[in-house]
């Protein structure tokens, strides 16, 4: 009878690894959890993995080049089908698409594109529009002043294409005389010490005379706000983010913070997560929607469309969505 119950619970469990064995395993490789979206981002890729019959491993590097590029050799050592980046660094992370091709594994950038190498694929939401959607919104609000430009860290390629976004927009106006650039920085990291730090230096370098900002994301707009409310500037500073955090959306319904744009999130978690079960059953994949040159090739694109968010849409675009709940808005 001990051996009729040894030998079915053998055969069970070799069921049971058939079973798991069977379903493609996707590897996502997360810089770090530095601003709150990106849990969200993880939460609706697995999801999304699971739904569609995958298995999700993840990763986060806390923001270090090298760990990153560690993690993803165990991804590797571990036999993912398919590996999903959001890159630390847009340059060295070009060493984790060469190591997952030399082992026959797809690589898709998610939000942040990864330069210089045969990167596969893309999905993001257009990063030139979030800028241009910051600048149309602000321009059409306060047509003429002094304007400042806090942008991301230039290792996220992100940054640049925000900025020529908010340039395309602003620099007609510049050419009118119409609004002066006054400060015009990158910062180091997308932190709310960011934006504290630069808005302290603009507020002096100006002697605060100071019309709007652009921040790069709402990271750093939280920091800049910081900085406005504590020399008493808040609410009269137009102010401009992106990511629609929870701090942030509550900060537009107080009339301090001007506007955000959201990247519908988890439209572009299932987006990663369908391709990459696509390219892992090797069955064939969505058309693209664009392609984007990461200098080296014109790497097939999926983007969705950002979307500008003030205080009279937040019901109908980031809780409709389910990115943020009403009731922890209002507190």
Known sequence: MKTKILIYLLLAGLVLVGCSSGKPKIGL???????????????????????????SVVKMAENDAQKQIQQAKELIDEGISVLVVVPVDQFSA????????????????????INNCWLDYYVSSDNVRIGEIQAEYL???????????????TYDNNS??????????????????????????????????????HTLQLI??????????????????????RALKEKGLAGKVKLAGQDA????????MKGNQTMTVYKPIKTMAYTVAELAIHLADESPVPLATSTISNGN??????????????????????????????????K
């Open 297 to 330: 090739r014109l790497v097939p694109s999926y983007l969705v469309n950002p979307m500008a968010i003030n205080e009279s849409n937040i019901q109908m675009t980031v809780v409709a969505e389910g990115y943020q709940e009403a009731d922890k808005i209002l």
């Open 29 to 55: 490789l997360v810089h770090s959890y530095d601003t709150p979206r990106w849990q969200s981002d993880e939460k609706y890729f697995t999801e999304a993995v699971d739904q569609l019959g995958g298995i």
């Open 204 to 225: 002096e370098t100006a002697k605060g005379d100071v019309d709007a900002i652009l921040a790069g994301n709402d990271a750093i707009a939280l920091g800049a706000l």
């Open 245 to 252: 955090d929870l701090a942030n959306i509550q900060e537009i």
């Open 94 to 113: 070009g060493q984790i698409v060469d190591m997952a091709h030399k082992n026959n594994i797809k690589v898709i950038a998610y939000d942040r594109l």
């Open 160 to 197: 640049r294409m925000i900025f020529l976004g908010q340039m395309n927009i602003i620099q007609p106006y510049i050419d009118k005389g119409q609004i002066s650039l006054i400060y015009n920085v990158f910062s180091d990291y997308w932190t709310e010490a960011e934006g504290y730090k």
């Open 139 to 153: 321009t059409n609000t306060i047509p003429a002043g002094n304007y400042a430009l806090i942008g991301g860290p």
